[in-house]
């Protein structure tokens, strides 16, 4: 069915006007998943107790005393100097764990939205991993046996070559006849070649085409680092903090927000929550002191003493590409591991893709953009609709509008 | 059957010679010389043997493939603790101050992780909307100078920061004691926390009643002609503020205001707001100069005049409108020049307090007259105003001249430099350079071991600006604040600081100018640390201007004042000298900046070279090349005055006075080797310096000593000598055509008058072409001709485009720095800028026009080939258009269609994309390009020997000027204006992260930003509302070259000059 004789300008009016409104009004409420992700889940979990209580059934628990709720969250120390019976029982029991809770610069409303987020939590279902997604084969080590087994056949088909030879000289011997001294192998090769010509063409083509295939394939993967995964200053691992206590990607990487890069976090940002744990479940106390001593963190004070750490980049891209996490994370809504793969199953930072031009088109060629997400939109599809019908077809042909059709295979995007 | 001929090898054969046979046994018929070779005794010691060779052989060549693939380990360090506001990959804007002792402007310093690596003028907040000139937008470079002074030093060896504090307190206080006299020489310190320093150590060295210390201010290139007759005429010693955007009327005599004179960069801008045809009224701008110069190139009407001349002009002004209005006139006769100043005294008295009258000369006589002939008009209180001073050039001529006598006389025993280079800028240097053998003590606060610092005792070197708190007030009633953008690269120390702890304060500086800001704002303004803060962020803060009043002028001021230019005007010789300042390196300050020397000239269009202009008849007559180029160098001629001698090759000027000459101030630094910076020396054609007597020898003749003492410091010379030496020099420029040959496709103009009554057709036709249609000849318009089909950018998404307004460009050359700066372009030095291989993404091209039109041809019955030869020469007097050229993003463009590996594209978005990676070196780009902008990479200019004295980008500082955001070309890839495409991406990442559209003014290019005038602007022509669409689609918009089909994204504004009949038309 063909949308585009639906389509005439006063419904197209009425459409934005109506998405002006929902965008609106979507933006006028806070997003409670957004700010718990941001805000609280490095000490705190919807549904479990982290480092911080479960967050879950908390109006629940405060009911009647909410305005105490909001003191604490937005400033503890305060709350705590107010003498609040049910805030010096939460302190007694958590401080011990987490030390005393940071201060949130939330308003009341964002907080609401947080805890009706805590409410409504439920856990998600376990991945199931999808079909028809680009899945990575681990080269196997068949090589090995190939080689083992080749070795077998030669030493095989040299002791008949001599068992043959016995054989021969015995009949001939039995027959009375001159001992016959052994062809040599290189001439019995020959010999052979040269009686099956056309067989040998077929095997020495076969073996050029399967040369040139395989350089083919090893010059391709020049300057892909797949899998690259060095060692690092740290043994850190991601699968204890972002996979057993699930701290946002984005907590420690905040780069993504706002800049191209990531970052690799500053080690202030360790400390947000080293400052109270010192001792990891892998490494007990090795790894975090590293930390310290980079720091120069005695336990309780800074010295001054600082080392900064050599981490070893694992994402290298080449100088005339432009990759901006800001635009992918942030704009284009892509989830991390789209790219990075499931980090909470490694220890510290690995290639999880090839990064080649290739792979980037593969998902610009594809990847759809919910062209209603923002206003900026808006209005390149309203030009669309005014001057660019032929256009606006191509892109309701298939239904959608990919990263491609709005110029994402275009040079200049990533090269200047 | 088998053959049984036989085949000889030769006669010798046949015959069967005992020769040949003897030969035929071997193998080789020269003699092989076995037994030396074997008998060498090397070979037996040999340990390598030939299986051994092989094996490293087969060895390396494996190793070195593998090598090629494996990966190179790269370290990521992060912080320890993350500045809250340093984000990696993102850049971070502060707002300064510059002042170098010439130019001010408000700025803002981009800094990514931490380094400053491009700066803009700060247009919201700063002083004068914050113009830049080109030396400012350049001036981050001289940050990362690797010639920089690293430490303290005393006579060459290191010493500590303590032990130059007690050595030279020491010093003072022994001079104190010994009665002998401890100088402070500054250029003029705009900063008045500063001066309350220097005045603390002042008071501390003189404490009640002696006065063995004091402050001498001087300016590499004076004023102090105008603050002195400001001085007689009003009583108040100093420079006022001029408003040019006020003056209807601007007459300059030899002021090029808007590149050199005073504040140039405020003035700049203010006359952009004048110049704009469309505005409520257009000035007009009258010049008179004897070098064509950027400001006289800009003028509506400009003559060429004599520099003795100058004073007769400013009193035939003076006079006829004396007797217009009835008022006294100064006994001059001015007969001779009388005809050339009708005009500009007819606008004038128009326009009485509503103009402008200004003189570019250091003789207190003409500003004496200019002073009267402005109180005359009424401008005093309005367009000029001597109530709200500018607090820059105070120096004082006399108090130098005085400094150097004491000096001689051995009466100084400290002399203490700071922010000037006197052995190299004061015209009695050589003079100054004895006396600084008779100081015991002598300190200098510099950046670099120079001509100055080479001769002191203590180098005591300062912050570069971007290292230094500083607090400046331009004029009165306005400061500003400089704030560092990064820690000091070096074991380098504030003067203040040095200034302060001598005189015994402790206090850091950026506490003192706290302390000062806190003690002088009035409290009723609120809290100091809001206040303070409001002006960090703004870079400015605004005391409250005084109400500009008239002024009474001093009738005595004038006593002397006609004999004064009588004497002048009867003294000319032969030859006439004027020394002026060029756009890139203006008083020599920045002259090792490499931006800067490849830096076209506005109106020569010369690079890295100092030169001595003259008029084109004046070259011909002394033969003397008049045309330059690759092949044809320029004559070398000498110039002598007061027995002082000039080298210089000689480059013939249209517009210039005949009987005169021209050179530059600010060449021939570092003449006796010192390390000032690369680029200040001459390379050759290997790029390497080029040494004589083993010292480099430095770009240009020091042309200071040419000016002349006395009163005032005088940049004019009434009689000189040149001489042709018989030698040639090759001379590098971007520009060898001088005219437009008529041709309207490239470059329209029009005069105010018509563009108001008339027609778009009259001033700016549609161009049309001839086509056949039924078998008729048929006039249509370019854009129905077309090979391609219509691009689909029209109206969808977005559509970047620019339009340059010619009339309101000036030529200044700030955004070919600026995008220099922005887009890593490459500097590659004279050799390769005279093989017409110069980098410039953007240039400004500079067209004469000519005396020689079509209309005169047909009069005069003239034939084609007559009168194409006679278009190319210019007019004596020519009219000049400033057009900048970059990469016009057509829509149909030319070098598209030929690339054979698709590497330049259209991008859906209307820019011509340009992929260096897929690139492979056609150049068939290039050749199709109708515009000529597409740059070639010859060399890798960023490892390749040949550029190792002039790009910056191989030099291990230098590079980190570099924007991490644009790529660094490599050899063999065609580059381009690229419409700075990382700043779109940025601007349009912005405005989805807001989920908003892009706002129009969002996202400029570079060049846009620099520009004092707003003469660029840039936008998304898509967005019917957005300034870039109202000026495209306006009546003076036109696309170069229209007819050749590439539909440009660029539109130009057709240039209207101000001209005939009456203002205000």
């Known amino acids: 069915m063909n949308t585009i004789r639906l389509i005439n300008k006063p419904f197209f009016f009425l459409f934005t006007i109506t998405l002006f409104f929902t965008v609106n009004a979507s933006f006028a409420q806070p997003d409670g998943a957004k700010l718990f992700k941001a805000n609280c889940a490095a000490c705190h979990k919807p549904d479990k107790d982290l480092v911080g209580p479960a967050l879950k059934g908390a109006l629940e628990r405060w009911e009647g005393n909410e305005e105490m709720l909001m003191l604490w969250v937005k400033n503890p120390q305060k709350a705590l100097e107010t003498g609040d019976q049910q805030v010096k029982k939460l302190y007694d029991e958590w401080s011990p764990k987490g030390g005393m809770m940071t201060p949130q610069s939330l308003n009341d409303e964002e907080i609401m939205a947080v805890f009706a987020y805590a409410d409504a939590y439920a856990p998600p279902a376990p991945k199931v991993e999808q079909g028809g997604k680009i899945t990575y084969v681990k080269q196997d080590d068949s090589w090995l046996w190939l080689a083992v087994l080749s070795v077998l056949l030669i030493t095989a088909i040299l002791v008949l070559r001599s068992v043959v030879n016995v054989l021969q000289n015995a009949i001939r011997i039995e027959k009375g006849e001159d001992l016959e001294s052994a062809i040599p192998v290189g001439d019995s090769i020959g010999n052979w070649l040269s009686n099956n010509k056309v067989l040998t063409f077929f095997i020495t083509l076969f073996i050029v085409i399967a040369l040139f295939i395989k350089v083919w394939d090893e010059a391709l993967a020049i300057g892909v680092y797949e899998g690259y995964k060095p060692v690092q200053p740290i043994e850190y691992s991601h699968e204890v903090h972002a996979g057993k206590l699930e701290i946002e990607c984005v907590y420690c990487h905040s780069g993504a927000l706002q800049s191209r890069t990531a970052m690799i976090p500053s080690a202030n940002v360790c400390m947000n929550c080293h400052n109270a744990v010192s001792e990891g479940p892998l490494t007990g106390t090795e790894e975090i002191q590293k930390i310290y001593d980079a720091l120069g963190w005695d336990g309780s004070a800074y010295t001054g003493e600082t080392t900064p750490i050599e981490w070893v980049k694992v994402h290298n891209l080449p100088d005339h590409v432009y990759f901006s996490h800001q635009q992918h994370y942030v704009v284009g809504d892509v989830d991390c591991t789209e790219c990075h793969g499931d980090m909470t199953k490694e220890t510290v930072g690995k290639q999880n893709a090839k990064l080649t031009m290739a792979w980037c088109l593969e998902c610009h060629n594809t990847m759809e953009i919910d062209i209603n997400s923002s206003a900026y939109y808006d209005e390149v599809h309203n030009r669309l609709l005014e001057h660019g019908e032929e256009e606006l077809k191509g892109y309701l042909e298939d239904g959608k509008i990919t990263v491609r059709e709005l110029g994402g295979f275009e040079c200049s995007k990533c090269h200047y | ?1065």
């Open chain 2, 1 to 1065: 059957m088998g053959t049984t001929k036989k085949y000889w090898a030769g006669v010798e054969d046949l015959h069967q010679t005992p020769e040949f046979l003897e030969r035929q046994s071997k193998e080789f018929n020269e003699e092989i010389p076995t037994e030396d070779f074997l008998s060498d005794d090397r070979l037996g010691s040999s340990t390598t043997g030939r299986r051994d060779f092989l094996k490293y052989l087969g060895f390396s060549v494996a190793a070195a493939s593998l090598a090629a693939c494996e990966t190179p380990v790269i370290k990521a360090i992060p912080y320890l603790h993350k500045p809250e506001d340093v984000n990696p990959g993102m850049a971070t804007w502060y707002a300064s101050s510059y002042y170098d002792g010439q130019d001010f402007a408000s700025v803002l310093v981009k800094t990514r992780e931490g380094r400053p690596i491009h700066i803009k003028g700060n247009s919201k907040y700063g002083l004068f909307k914050g113009g830049v000139n080109a030396r400012i937008n350049a001036s981050v470079l001289s940050l990362y100078d690797s010639e920089r002074l690293t430490h303290p030093s005393k006579g060459g060896e290191e010493i500590s920061w303590d032990q130059a504090d007690s050595d030279i307190m020491t010093a003072i206080a022994s001079a104190k004691a010994n009665g002998k006299k401890v100088r402070l020489l500054s250029n003029t310190v705009a900063s008045p926390t500063t001066m309350l320093a220097i005045d603390g150590l002042m008071k501390s060295i003189n404490g009640e009643d002696r006065d063995t210390a004091s402050h001498i201010s001087y300016d590499a290139v004076s004023y102090y002609g105008i603050s002195a007759a400001n001085e007689k005429s009003f009583g108040k010693n100093t420079i006022p503020s001029y408003y040019f955007n006020k003056a209807k009327s601007i007459v300059s005599i030899a002021a090029d205001f808007l590149g050199n004179w005073l504040m140039s960069t405020g003035y700049a801008v203010q006359y952009g707001e004048v110049r704009n045809p469309n505005g409520e009224w257009m000035a007009r701008h009258h010049q008179f100069e004897t070098v064509m110069s950027m400001t006289g190139s800009n003028a509506d009407y400009r003559s060429a005049i004599k520099p003795s001349d100058e004073g007769l002009i400013a009193v035939a002004i003076h006079n006829k409108i004396a007797s217009a209005i009835g008022a006294e006139k100064i006994n001059v006769d001015t007969s001779s020049v009388d005809e050339l100043v009708e005009g500009a005294v007819s606008d004038l008295l128009n326009n009485k307090g509503e103009s402008l009258v200004i003189s570019g000369s250091n003789d207190e006589s003409i500003q004496l007259v200019v002073n009267k002939t402005n109180v005359l008009l009424g401008n005093y209180g309005k367009t000029i105003d001597l109530d709200n001073p500018i607090n820059l050039f105070k120096g004082n001529d006399k108090e130098v001249e005085t400094l150097v006598s004491e000096m001689n006389a051995g009466d100084v025993d400290v002399l203490i430099v700071y922010g000037a280079n006197p052995s190299y800028s004061l015209p009695n240097a050589t003079d100054f350079n004895t006396g600084l053998e008779k100081v015991k003590t002598s300190v200098y606060f510099g950046l670099y071991a120079d001509e100055t610092g080479s001769r002191t005792l203590y180098n005591l070197p300062d912050n570069h600006y971007l290292e230094a708190w500083n607090d400046l007030s331009p004029m009165s009633g306005e400061y500003a604040l400089a704030q560092p953008a990064i820690s000091p690269l070096y074991n380098t120390r504030q003067a203040q600081e040095s200034i302060l702890k001598w005189g015994g304060n402790d206090l850091s500086f950026y506490d003192y100018i706290r302390e000062t800001w806190d003690y002088y704002i009035p409290e009723e303004e609120g809290l100091f640390t809001d206040i303070w803060n409001k002006a960090l962020l703004r870079g400015v803060y605004h005391s409250g201007a005084q109400a500009a009043t008239e002024m009474v002028f001093n009738p005595e001021a004038l006593n002397g004042v006609a004999a004064s230019i009588k004497n002048v005007s009867s003294s000319a010789g032969n030859w006439q000298v004027v020394l002026y300042q060029k756009t890139g390196i203006g008083n020599g300050q920045s002259a090792n900046n490499p931006w800067l020397q490849e830096l076209p000239d506005p109106v020569t269009k010369v690079t890295w070279d100092n030169y001595l202009t003259v008029s084109l008849a004046d070259a011909n007559e002394m033969g003397a090349s008049v045309y330059l180029g690759e092949q044809d160098p320029a004559s070398l001629a000498t110039l002598s005055v007061n027995g002082i001698e000039l080298t210089l090759p000689v480059v013939a000027v249209p517009g210039q006075k005949s009987g005169t000459v021209g050179v530059a101030l600010g060449y021939g630094r570092g003449g006796n080797g010192e390390k000032i910076g690369k680029a200040a020396y001459q390379t050759g054609e290997d790029g390497q310096h080029v040494i004589v007597d083993g010292n480099p020898l430095p770009v240009g003749a020091n042309a200071y000593p040419i000016v002349g003492l006395g009163n005032t410091f005088s940049y004019r010379q009434y009689s000189a000598e040149l001489s042709l030496t018989g030698n040639h020099y090759p001379i590098a420029l971007t520009q060898t055509h001088h005219t437009i040959m008529d041709r309207d496709s490239v470059m329209r103009e029009t005069t105010l008058n018509i563009y108001k009554t008339s027609d778009r057709d009259v001033f700016n036709p549609m161009h049309t072409l001839a086509v056949h249609e039924n078998g008729k000849m048929v006039q249509k318009p370019v854009k129905e001709v077309d090979l391609w089909a219509e691009h689909p950018v029209e109206g969808v998404g977005h559509r970047w485009g620019m339009s340059i307004d010619l009339s309101t460009c000036i030529g200044c050359s700030s955004c070919v720095t600026a995008c220099h700066s922005e887009n890593n372009v490459p500097v590659v030095g004279k050799d390769e800028v005279r093989r017409a291989r110069d980098m410039h993404w953007l240039r400004i091209d500079r067209y004469f026009s000519s005396e020689m039109t079509k209309d005169i041809a047909e009069e005069d019955g003239l034939g084609k080939v007559e009168m194409y030869r006679l278009m190319e020469v210019p007019s004596n007097n020519p009219q000049t258009v400033h057009m900048p050229m970059m990469c016009q993003h057509c829509n149909h463009a030319g070098c598209e269609t030929v690339c054979p590996v698709a590497a330049t594209t259209h991008s859906s978005e209307g820019l011509n994309q340009m992929t260096y990676n897929r690139c492979i070196g056609t150049r068939y780009c290039a050749n199709n390009c109708p515009y000529k902008v597409r740059r070639f990479n010859w060399f890798n200019y960023n490892a390749y020997d040949k550029f190792s004295e002039v790009n910056p980008a191989q030099d291990s500082v230098a590079r980190m000027v570099l924007n991490p955001d644009v790529v660094v070309r490599s050899r063999g890839v065609m580059e381009k204006c690229s419409m700075c495409v990382q700043r779109i991406q940025e601007g349009k990442l912005d405005a989805k992260k807001a989920g908003e559209p892009v706002q129009d003014g969002a996202i400029q290019t570079a060049c846009a930003d620099a520009c004092p005038t707003h003469a660029i602007s840039f936008g998304d022509l898509n967005d019917v509302n957005s300034l870039v669409r109202k000026e495209a689609e306006s009546d003076l918009a036109y696309l170069a070259l229209e007819e050749v089909g590439t539909q440009p994204n660029v539109y130009y504004q057709t240039k209207v000059r101000n001209k005939n009949i009456d203002n205000n038309a």
